[in-house]
């Protein structure tokens, strides 16, 4: 079972680029990488998912480098909105259990103006 | 599209009632998630239904707690007796088929148990 570390918070500022790296020493073949984020007093919300390589939509950047062995969520030019808890996951898709369900600590980002 | 509902909203129940927890998933999704999340254990996945039935539910603590999905639209959560110690935000989600990875969370629900 592939676990996975994050930093457990961060802090930057407004209109900065952030990056939230994430270690999955033990990340299984058929593995993939997600990354959900949670703001106070609401559910996590799916932000992106990758493979291999990078991976980028209208909210972030996955970095995944050839060893698959961390990972980087990148958020650019972040604003006080982007202030929330970050979670890697790491686990075949679809999940093929429940057990590859796993949320860990998460990374809490706080952003200062 | 309303996205998950979940009710109540917020519960505040007396040691060793019973709780009923609802859960209405995205039309069109066919698996279902109950999660808890506290401070103490961060965000815990306790049971995964697919096509309304239940796949995985090793996260469940304890007998005390039981989940149904009689069918694709409604699902619920059931803590009975309850404790103090079950306590929690409890977060329902939904996701399309082969995209379990995709989850869509509802708003959760807030339960104190005095």
Same mark, same amino acid.
């Given at each position: ?6 930093? @457990? ?8 680029? +952030?990056? @939230? ?19 106070? /007093? ?18 972030? /950047? ?15 030019? +972040? ?10 996951? +790491?686990?075949?898709?679809?999940? /093929? /259990?429940?057990?590859? @369900? @796993? ?11 | 599209?309303?996205? %998950? ?47 309304? %039935? ?58 104190? %148990?005095?």
């Amino acid at each position: 079972l592939a676990k996975t570390t994050q930093p @457990i918070s961060m802090d930057s500022y407004e209109g900065q680029e +952030v990056n @939230i790296t994430c270690s999955h020493n033990n990340i299984a073949t058929n593995d993939y990488i997600t990354w959900y984020q949670q703001f106070p /007093s609401q559910g996590p919300r799916f932000i992106i998912q990758g493979y291999k390589t990078k991976v980028t939509n209208e909210v972030a /950047s996955l970095f995944i480098p050839a060893d698959r062995k961390s990972s980087t969520l990148s958020l650019p030019r +972040v604003s006080l909105s982007d202030t929330a808890v970050y979670y890697c996951l +790491v686990g075949d898709r679809p999940y /093929s /259990s429940a057990s590859k @369900i @796993i949320f860990g600590s998460g990374t809490r980002l706080s952003i200062r103006p | 599209d309303a996205g %998950v509902i979940q009710s109540p909203r917020h519960e505040v129940t007396e040691m060793g009632q019973e709780v009923t927890l609802r859960c209405k998933p995205i039309s069109g999704h066919n698996s279902l998630f109950w999660y808890r999340q506290t401070m103490m254990r961060g965000l815990e996945l306790l049971i995964y239904f697919n096509n309304n %039935v239940p796949i995985d539910d090793s996260g469940m603590p304890e007998d005390r707690f039981s989940a149904k999905m009689p069918n694709a639209s409604f699902s619920t959560l059931k803590i009975q007796p309850s404790e103090p110690r079950d306590s929690a935000v409890y977060f329902c989600a939904s996701s399309a088929a082969g995209r379990s990875y995709e989850q869509y969370f509802g708003p959760g629900t807030r339960l104190t %148990v005095t």
